[in-house]
């Protein structure tokens, strides 16, 4: 079993940078695919970020592609989220997520594990 906890959420103005992190519990860790979501208020949640295993694979929701970059220490049991140029629109929970494949890394039902999720505020 894999246990997430997210960090890094804030509050921040648009055009900020914010990191969130993601640590995992377990000695598996290396074994995950992992992704990161998010669900703004009203809305469902969407995918946003995927890393393979080893990290050489990433994948990006076309909204973020360009300003968010994921990334893995396996060393740290740790993902990222550098995300930069931060909208308003990008104000949502975002959730980090751990995925024993690597055969839908966009899909959100292809993950067995997920954080609680932090809060990310972009204000304009």
């Known amino acids: 079993q894999v246990q997430l906890v997210e960090s890094g959420g804030g509050l921040v103005q648009a055009g900020g940078s914010l990191r969130l992190s993601c640590a995992a519990s377990?000695?598996?860790?290396?074994?995950?695919?992992m992704g990161w979501f998010r669900q703004a208020p009203g809305k469902e949640r969407e995918f946003v970020a995927a890393?393979?295993?080893?990290?050489?694979?990433?994948y990006y929701a076309d909204s973020v592609k360009g300003r968010f970059t994921i990334s893995r220490v396996n060393a740290k049991n740790t993902v990222y989220l550098q995300m930069n140029t931060l909208k308003p629109e990008d104000t949502a929970v975002y959730y980090c997520?751990?995925?024993?494949?690597?055969?839908?890394?966009?899909?959100?039902?292809?993950?067995?594990?997920w954080g609680q999720g932090t809060q990310v505020t972009v204000s304009s």
């Open positions: 890393i393979s295993w080893s990290g050489g694979s990433t």
């Open positions: 377990g000695r598996t860790f290396s074994s995950y695919a």
């Open positions: 997520a751990a995925d024993p494949e690597w055969e839908g890394p966009t899909i959100e039902y292809e993950y067995e594990y």
